[in-house]
């Protein structure tokens, strides 16, 4: 029983890295997909929302879907979608080709990221403990490792279908064959369901809701002006801006590495609340910054904070709502694709209207209205680790291999 925990873990963990992978290759690269295809910088937005808001849709129907079909055999076959996806906005010639291949990339993504996250909290309800941050921890590593790839196709010039191609032939036959051990978990005892019954009550999710909202609008923030305000407001050099983001990723990464280890001893409150301080500090030293170095601190303390939100933000969904977990974990993800709408276009008139140093301030407050939600991440009735660990069962979910 434990191994058959043990590689669902890790084949889960493998396909969050390999998403990880393929978003980067993918936002990474739009200036080149814009000269590839001819997208003029008027029509580029539509493009760019049209993802999110597919990725939306997705999202929507893997709520129903998920009824009729396990969650893993909609994520085995949503991610060869996502890859084969990347791999045609790269290897088209044709505006149209481009349209249909980012199409199929947003809806594919929102089932792939909310079958992800299902598996992922019936994982962690098997183990008894957390472990949520950990499958996010190897998101943040596919993400720096696709980064780092799209950077070596820019620097060689390299068509892009050239640069996709070796990734999603390694990828693709890789998540192929480890899907063969992702773990779904066994609907929970009518007696464990709660007060709800199974079903959601949206009120209750609202919090988490808005949590996800506002993290993701950090998160994009960061990710889509990061390198402008450091160059404009700052002044630094044009290799230098480039950094922000890597360190953004690279803390990301450690602070989810180490994070579960967080939560088991001090409970996800306490370490919500933890990372959503840290965030805010970061934008307050990003917003009042000097120069660009002092920027830069501003930005690791971002991705050490922010880090921890989303991955518990899913969690709590679950625990709210062990019986309809899976609906409450799609219905919380559409809410990823809102917060990336809404982040980088407010920044953005804010910063032209106003100034980019108080653009800062916006993410900033909206982060820490987190400490507000916080109570609704603590684990009821459970409480993983630091001597409150529920003891783990022997049912560890099944398979998904006779699906």
């Given at each position: 029983?434990?191994?058959?925990?043990?590689?669902?873990?890790?084949?889960?963990?493998?396909?969050f890295?390999?998403?990880?992978?393929?978003?980067?290759?993918?936002?990474?690269?739009?200036?080149?997909?814009?000269?590839?295809?001819?997208?003029?910088?008027?029509?580029?937005?539509?493009?760019?929302?049209?993802?999110?808001i597919?990725?939306?849709?997705?999202?929507?129907?893997?709520?129903?879907?998920?009824?009729?079909?396990r969650?893993?055999?909609?994520?085995?076959w949503?991610?060869?979608?996502?890859?084969?996806?990347?791999l045609?906005?790269?290897?088209?010639?044709?505006?149209?080709?481009?349209?249909?291949?980012?199409?199929?990339?947003?809806?594919?993504?929102?089932a792939?990221?909310?079958?992800?996250?299902?598996?992922?909290?019936?994982?962690?309800?098997?183990?008894?403990?957390?472990i949520?941050?950990?499958?996010?921890?190897?998101?943040?590593?596919g993400?720096?490792?696709?980064?780092?790839?799209?950077?070596?196709?820019?620097?060689?010039?390299?068509?892009?279908?050239?640069?996709?191609?070796?990734?999603?032939?390694?990828?693709?036959?890789?998540?192929?064959?480890?899907?063969?051990?992702y773990?779904?978990?066994?609907?929970?005892?009518?007696?464990?369901?709660?007060?709800?019954?199974?079903?959601?009550?949206?009120?209750?999710?609202?919090?988490?809701?808005?949590?996800?909202?506002?993290?993701?609008?950090?998160?994009?923030?960061?990710?889509?002006?990061s390198?402008?305000?450091?160059?404009?407001?700052?002044?630094?050099?044009?290799?230098?801006?480039?950094?922000?983001?890597?360190?953004?990723?690279?803390?990301?990464?450690?602070?989810?590495?180490?994070g579960?280890?967080?939560?088991?001893?001090?409970?996800?409150?306490?370490?919500?609340?933890?990372?959503?301080?840290?965030?805010?500090?970061?934008?307050a030293?990003?917003?009042?910054?000097?120069?660009?170095?002092?920027?830069?601190?501003?930005?690791?303390?971002?991705?050490?904070?922010?880090?921890?939100?989303?991955?518990?933000?899913?969690?709590?969904?679950?625990?709210?709502?062990?019986?309809?977990?899976?609906?409450?974990?799609?219905?919380?993800?559409?809410?990823?694709?809102?917060?990336?709408?809404?982040?980088?276009?407010?920044?953005?008139?804010?910063?032209?209207?106003?100034?980019?140093?108080?653009?800062?301030?916006?993410?900033?407050?909206?982060?820490?209205?987190?400490?507000?939600?916080?109570?609704?991440f603590?684990?009821?009735?459970?409480?993983?680790?630091?001597?409150?660990?529920?003891?783990?069962?022997?049912d560890?979910?099944?398979g998904?291999?006779?699906?």
């Amino acid at each position: 029983m434990t191994d058959v925990l043990r590689r669902g873990r890790a084949s889960l963990a493998f396909s969050f890295f390999a998403q990880g992978a393929t978003f980067a290759l993918l936002v990474t690269r739009i200036p080149a997909i814009q000269d590839r295809y001819g997208v003029s910088d008027a029509l580029l937005p539509a493009f760019l929302a049209a993802v999110p808001i597919l990725a939306g849709v997705g999202s929507v129907t893997t709520e129903q879907l998920v009824k009729r079909i396990r969650p893993s055999r909609l994520l085995r076959w949503s991610q060869p979608v996502v890859l084969l996806a990347l791999l045609g906005a790269g290897a088209g010639g044709h505006i149209a080709e481009l349209a249909v291949a980012l199409g199929a990339f947003g809806l594919a993504v929102g089932a792939l990221d909310a079958s992800m996250n299902m598996l992922g909290v019936s994982l962690q309800r098997s183990y008894g403990r957390s472990i949520m941050l950990s499958f996010h921890a190897a998101y943040s590593l596919g993400g720096i490792l696709g980064a780092s790839l799209a950077w070596v196709g820019a620097h060689w010039h390299l068509a892009l279908w050239v640069s996709y191609l070796p990734v999603v032939a390694v990828l693709l036959p890789a998540a192929l064959v480890g899907s063969r051990w992702y773990v779904d978990g066994d609907p929970v005892p009518l007696e464990e369901r709660g007060a709800e019954g199974g079903g959601i009550v949206f009120k209750l999710l609202l919090p988490l809701c808005l949590v996800m909202t506002f993290a993701y609008i950090g998160d994009s923030t960061v990710s889509n002006w990061s390198a402008k305000y450091l160059k404009d407001v700052l002044g630094s050099s044009e290799q230098l801006a480039t950094v922000p983001y890597n360190v953004y990723m690279v803390t990301t990464l450690l602070g989810r590495a180490i994070g579960d280890f967080g939560v088991r001893r001090f409970g996800a409150a306490a370490v919500v609340r933890l990372g959503t301080l840290v965030a805010a500090g970061g934008f307050a030293v990003v917003a009042s910054a000097p120069g660009a170095w002092v920027g830069m601190l501003g930005f690791t303390l971002l991705g050490l904070g922010l880090c921890v939100l989303v991955p518990q933000t899913f969690a709590a969904a679950g625990r709210l709502f062990p019986g309809a977990s899976d609906a409450a974990i799609a219905r919380l993800n559409i809410f990823n694709y809102v917060g990336f709408l809404v982040g980088s276009p407010l920044v953005g008139a804010l910063g032209e209207a106003w100034s980019y140093r108080g653009a800062m301030l916006v993410p900033m407050v909206l982060v820490l209205v987190t400490l507000v939600y916080a109570r609704s991440f603590a684990p009821q009735p459970d409480r993983y680790g630091g001597g409150h660990e529920r003891p783990r069962t022997a049912d560890v979910g099944r398979g998904s291999n006779g699906l």
